[in-house]
């Protein structure tokens, strides 16, 4: 299957997505910011797909899809965010924009994560 980088600063919700994502025989690293993330797409062999959130510290997702599509134009990348203040879908639809294949409104269904990979994966 596939190597995929998660980046998501909520332990709790990482920990999901990585579990759901290795039940499908995908092979996962984990980052807990985008300063992590992007050091660990410099360093590991590149991601056939990054999974990053928006909302977090240090590095959020939209600087960090900005960057890894500088770095990495070949890298495909699923957006997720929960939402904030401005709402998620706000942010997805900037995530898009900036080169984001899909997106995902928190919460969502381990199905729906499984989809979007899929989909990912098969463009």
């Not at 590991?44 to 240090?58: E, F, N």
């Not at 960090?64 to 965010?81: D, K, L, V, W």
């Amino acid at each position: 299957m596939a190597l995929i980088l998660v980046i998501d600063d909520e332990e709790a919700v990482r920990r999901v997505i990585v579990r759901t994502l290795k039940s499908a025989g995908h092979e996962v690293v984990e980052a807990e910011n985008g300063e992590k993330g992007l050091a660990l797409v410099r360093t590991i062999p590149p991601p056939v797909l990054i999974i990053t959130d928006i909302l977090m510290p240090r590095k959020d997702g939209l600087e960090t899809i900005m960057e890894i599509i500088r770095e990495c134009p070949e890298a495909r990348i699923i957006a997720i965010s929960g939402g904030g203040a401005a709402g998620h879908m706000e942010y997805l639809t900037i995530a898009e924009r900036l080169g984001a294949i899909a997106t995902l409104a928190k919460p969502f269904r381990a199905e729906e994560l499984l989809d979007a990979v899929s989909t990912a994966l098969a463009d």
